[in-house]
């Protein structure tokens, strides 16, 4: 029990798809352990695992409020952007008695009151059978307690605006409206993917997807100084730390490419520059995939969203690589892909004026379905390595970290 509200607070995670794995859930839930005392480092914070749920236990020795809010603040940011979780909710217990479980949700209550929130129902459910009242039970008196205590609330058993949770297990847990986690695998149990970061909407959204399905993810982004300005890099690197909360942090390889892009602009046909690039860009990172031990290569490309992505251009920029190209937004239109780049927190960055390497050299009529062999046959006469090998050489490596400022 806590010993008074303001001094200590506890938090219920309810874990995702990795209850579903068999005799691997143990390695599973040992990286998302991991990764929740990563993210929660600094917060006071201690987690405690008890039979499939989590607890983050929060108990300040000062005593001091501010310090209280500034860490509950830190705590939901960091459960928002946890991948392998259902949900979580600021959570009260007490002991299981229906008086001390009626406390609770009136408590529980008066808060979602003071929120503006006007309707509720509860729901319970028990995993301890001895607790005197089952679920419906719990419901039923818990509600009732909480509408004589609150005249101002009613129940909407159909729609209500918030919903009061009580769980019996070893304690009782009250919890007032869940948010939902994130779900997906934690980071760190799927291998290392390398994604090509550049300053647009997609390639972020590319790298967040990969994310969810556990990958630990660093990115490369090709710049073209002093044709793209500071602001373009600065600004990557603000999209490297935006992804970089979802992944605990990301490592970021900035590469000058801009001898590369002269030498593809002044030798080969305008029409095919851009597919031309891309195979370098390809190169360039799997170069630095092979150095780092990257598993694959993950790309923001979406099938005929512009010439450079049509499927036969698509094969001409990976001709030259052998690792996977993963491309989670290939299926995917523009709107849901600016859906979840205005959900994660991406999109206000990537609309930031600035110019790509790519545009500033892009063709006025690109070719639109390039063979692979004529791509071959352009690619190797520019002699592209040694300026490759240089470029990848003289990168920048910067660690972008991920702990709320
Ligand atoms: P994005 O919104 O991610 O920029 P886009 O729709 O503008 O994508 P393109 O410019 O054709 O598409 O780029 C396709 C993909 O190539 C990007 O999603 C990204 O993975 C990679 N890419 C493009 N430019 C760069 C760059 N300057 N540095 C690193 N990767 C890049
Ligand atoms: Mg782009």
Known sequence: MPDSPAASSSYLIKLGELTLKGENRGAFEHVLKRNIRAMLKGTGAQLVSTDGRYFISFNSASGDVSQDVDAS??????????????GWAKTRF?????????????????????NGV?????EARRTDKRFPLDSYGIMAAAGEAVLAAIPALTVDVHKPEAVITVEIREKAYIYGNAHKGLRGLPVGT????????????????????MAGRGMSIDVVHFHAYPYTSKEARDKVVRLAEALGRYTLGVRLHIVGFTKVQMRIKEA?????????????????????????????????????QVASQTIENIRCTES??????????????????TRIAEKIGTYEISILPYEDCCVLFSPKHPALRGSVGEAAAYYERLELSALIEDAVREREVEKCSFVKR
């Open 73 to 86: 603040e830190k705590i939901a940011f960091a459960l928002d952007r946890l991948f392998g979780i259902a």
């Open 94 to 114: 007490c002991e299981k008695s229906i008086a001390a479980v009626c406390a609770e949700c009136i408590a529980e209550a008066g808060d979602l009151l003071a």
């Open 118 to 122: 006007k309707t509720f129902k509860v």
């Open 190 to 209: 799927a291998g290392r993917g390398l994604l090509l970061l550049s300053g647009g909407i997609d390639s972020p959204v590319a790298g967040f997807l």
């Open 268 to 304: 080969a046909p305008p029409a095919w520059t851009t597919i031309l690039l891309r195979m370098a860009m390809m190169e360039a990172a799997e170069s630095i995939a092979r150095q780092h031990e990257y598993a694959c290569l993950i790309s923001g490309e979406s099938l005929s």
């Open 320 to 337: 030259r690589t052998t690792l996977p190209i993963l491309r989670p937004l290939i299926g995917m239109d523009k709107e849901s892909i």
